[in-house]
T-cell receptor
Framework: EPEVTQTPSHQVTQMGQEVILRCVPI?????FYWYRQILGQKVEFLVS????????KSEIFDDQFSVERPDGSNFTLKIRSTKLEDSAMYFC?????????????FGPGTRLTVT | QQQVKQSPQSLIVQKGGISIINCAYE??????FPWYQQFPGKGPALLIA?????SEKKEGRFTISFNKSAKQFSLHIMDSQPGDSATYFC?????????????FGKGTHLIIQP
């Protein structure tokens, strides 16, 4: 069964550094998402992406965040200057066609630790 | 208005019993209500979902009951098993403005005792 994959599984970085989190969505999916989950808290929506454009973003997704689909398979989340409060699990998700089926499938996540 | 309120925060059920988790919402633009199951260190896995045009959906031991007028929905796990021990999140999708980011509840930590 096709799965969303994410790399790395764990990233440790120093405050102020840039990090790039990578995702490979399910191959025939067209809509891509990033969510985050601070330890012990609920999953929070960050951004959705379709046709090489951001289609929606939350208030969490400020100017330090950016997303990109650099090629036909990868979807990346960049955090420009990490803060301690960016420490969280980051999940990528994908959806085949949100107008027909709303199911979003999540990857295993990247644990980001900012020190 | 965008919140989804989930209860209880934690739940202990005996093996073979029925686990019930409840969610409530205010935003009438929500049009899709999935439940996700999450094991420690893993991503949320889609379990079952419902749209507001039906009042109940059943898949195996998992049932969603949906009450549109009360703006509430619940997950029932029949014949609960120790392998069902996980955190369960309800979520909702707001279709307004072409958006489809999910709004999640705070989660329910379910323990099934053998």
């Amino acid at each position: 069964e096709p799965e969303v994959t994410q790399t790395p599984s764990h990233q440790v970085t120093q405050m102020g550094q840039e990090v790039i989190l990578r995702c490979v969505p399910i191959s025939n999916h067209l809509y891509f998402y990033w969510y985050r989950q601070i330890l012990g808290q609920k999953v929070e929506f960050l951004v959705s992406f379709y046709n090489n454009e951001i289609s929606e973003k939350s208030e969490i997704f400020d100017d330090q965040f950016s997303v990109e689909r650099p090629d036909g398979s990868n979807f990346t989340l960049k955090i420009r200057s990490t803060k301690l409060e960016d420490s969280a699990m980051y999940f990528c998700a994908s959806n085949r066609d949100r107008g027909v089926t709303y199911e979003q499938y999540f990857g295993p996540g990247t644990r980001l630790t900012v020190t | 208005q965008q919140q989804v309120k989930q209860s209880p925060q934690s739940l202990i059920v005996q093996k073979g019993g029925i686990s019930i988790i409840n969610c409530a919402y205010e935003n009438t633009a929500f049009d899709y209500f999935p439940w996700y199951q999450q094991f420690p260190g893993k991503g949320p896995a889609l379990l079952i979902a419902i749209r507001p045009d039906v009042s109940e959906k059943k898949e195996g031991r998992f049932t969603i009951s949906f009450n549109k007028s009360a703006k509430q929905f619940s997950l029932h796990i029949m014949d609960s098993q120790p392998g069902d021990s996980a955190t369960y999140f309800c979520a909702a999708r707001d279709s307004g403005g072409g958006a489809d980011g999910l709004t999640f509840g705070k989660g329910t930590h379910l323990i099934i005792q053998p």
